[in-house]
């Protein structure tokens, strides 16, 4: 059987240049967006052990953004554990 792979089905086609163009300028994003959200979680937890840090319960805070205080307590702990690791570079703006 011509033009048939070995899993049995037809061959696609390639993204014309165009198309290849948009999937790649996408997939920039996405990359782009995904450092971004990872950099703006970890301002948040920071800020979060910072208030606790200064008298704020994990209580309050959760009422504050309408989220669960175990969700304050897993960002505290996450931005305690990072500051117990040895240093890396110095966050500045997102990548």
Known sequence: MTGVTGAGRPPGRDPSP??????????????????????????????????????????????????????IQTWTRRAQQRQASPPGPLPSDPP
């Open 18 to 71: 165009l198309e290849a163009d948009h999937l790649d300028l996408l997939v920039s994003l996405y990359q782009r967006a995904r450092r971004f959200s990872v950099y703006y979680d970890e301002r948040l937890e920071d800020f979060v052990a910072a208030l606790r840090a200064d008298g704020c319960s994990a209580r309050s805070l959760a009422r504050a953004v309408g989220v669960s205080s175990t969700t």
